[in-house]
């Protein structure tokens, strides 16, 4: 049940984030804007980030807060950096809106393999 959660907060986080960071735009059709290419970004980040935990388990890699720390951060700030360089249908404009959106979503993401992390150690 934890994965599921991890999975729905991180979601939530980089679609949010795509919605409200300066510097993060989202293409609208028509003046409408396009909720397809914003879903479909937040669901990749959103399932890597959440993924990241359960992934070092089943390597048997021993998850440390310095491993969960940089896959995040490899992946959150990857991510914002790819929709920089090829948009498609949200972007970052500038840098702020790489930094700004890379580290809230990684910070989130973090955390949540976090608690992941220390429900697993209490088992």
Do not use: C
């Not at 991890?6 to 980089?14: E, P, Q, R």
């Not at 972007?91 to 700004?100: K, L, N």
């Not at 973090?110 to 429900?119: D, I, S, V």
């Amino acid at each position: 049940m934890n994965y599921i959660r991890s999975l729905f907060i991180n979601f939530l986080i980089v679609f949010f984030v795509d919605r409200i960071a300066p510097g993060i735009e989202v293409a609208t059709y028509e003046e409408v804007p396009n909720i397809g290419a914003d879903i479909l970004f937040s669901m990749v980040v959103g399932f890597l980030n959440a993924s990241v935990f359960p992934f070092l388990m089943i390597l048997e890699l021993n998850p440390t807060h310095l491993k969960i720390a940089i896959m995040t951060f490899v992946i959150s700030f990857a991510s914002f950096t790819a929709i920089a360089i090829f948009p498609f249908g949200v972007r970052a404009v500038d840098a702020g809106g790489v930094f700004f959106g890379g580290f809230i979503v990684w910070a989130i993401a973090y955390f949540t393999n976090y608690l992941e992390m220390r429900t697993d150690s209490q088992k």
